[in-house]
T-cell receptor, first 115, second 112 residues
Framework: DSGVTQTPKHLITATGQRVTLRCSPR?????VYWYQQSLDQGLQFLIQ???????AKGNILERFSAQQFPDLHSELNLSSLELGDSALYFC??????????????FGPGTRLLVL | SQQGEEDPQALSIQEGENATMNCSYK?????LQWYRQNSGRGLVHLIL?????REKHSGRLRVTLDTSKKSSSLLITASRAADTASYFC????????????FGSGTQLTVLP
């Protein structure tokens, strides 16, 4: 158990809908990262938040957005869903110290199926 | 886009044998990490090697890093059926953003 929790574990929805994925980082971790894993694209970084502020953006679609709240939990919002958005979405957290050498701890993921 | 490519894509060995997986990457890195993923589940961190390190051990795992060749290898010794999983290398660049860029992964099957 990495200490990172994600809800829900599974989500089935229809095209055009909007969903919210939730992540709670490990106690003490200030950074949260979101990744998408799909068969065709592999594991891709979406976005990073550090202590409530967006720190880096990867291959995140404009239909997707995220935020990190004062209690450091994060939410990933996916809207106008398409079939191709079906994937495993992972959240990871790290201490994000200034040292730069740190492990990211991954949650169990949310499996999204868009029908 | 994927930073690294892993080789082989799939590897099948007998229990007790050693398994070696290779990872190549394209840009300069801060560190390189290896993760394991059991089928459809979360990623488990295995080991982190810094860019100024050449070799690191953790239990039955041995990781090497050659920054001049932009490559790394993961050796699992005395493999067990429970080692069956996908293994990913992930690189982290410099700066304040520390997102990981993952390779395509090696699917390891250890036969009992």
């Amino acid at each position: 158990d990495s200490g990172v929790t994600q809800t829900p574990k599974h989500l089935i929805t229809a095209t055009g809908q909007r969903v919210t994925l939730r992540c709670s980082p490990r106690s003490g971790d200030l950074s949260v990262y979101w990744y998408q894993q799909s068969l065709d694209q592999g594991l891709q970084f979406l976005i990073q938040y550090y202590n409530g502020e967006e720190r880096a953006k990867g291959n995140i679609l404009e239909r997707f957005s995220a935020q990190q709240f004062p209690d450091l939990h994060s939410e990933l919002n996916l809207s106008s869903l398409e079939l191709g958005d079906s994937a495993l979405y992972f959240c990871a957290s790290s201490v994000a110290s200034q040292g730069g050498y740190e492990t990211q701890y991954f949650g169990p993921g949310t499996r999204l199926l868009v029908l | 886009s994927q930073q690294g490519e892993e080789d082989p894509q799939a590897l099948s060995i007998q229990e007790g044998e050693n398994a070696t997986m290779n990872c190549s990457y394209k840009t300069s890195i801060n560190n390189l990490q290896w993760y394991r993923q059991n089928s459809g589940r979360g990623l488990v961190h295995l080991i982190l090697i810094r860019s100024n390190e050449r070799e690191k051990h953790s239990g039955r795992l041995r990781v090497t890093l050659d920054t001049s060749k932009k490559s790394s290898s993961l050796l699992i010794t005395a493999s067990r059926a429970a080692d069956t999983a996908s293994y990913f290398c992930a690189t982290s660049g410099g700066g304040s953003a520390r997102q990981l860029t993952f390779g395509s992964g090696t699917q390891l099957t250890v036969l009992p």
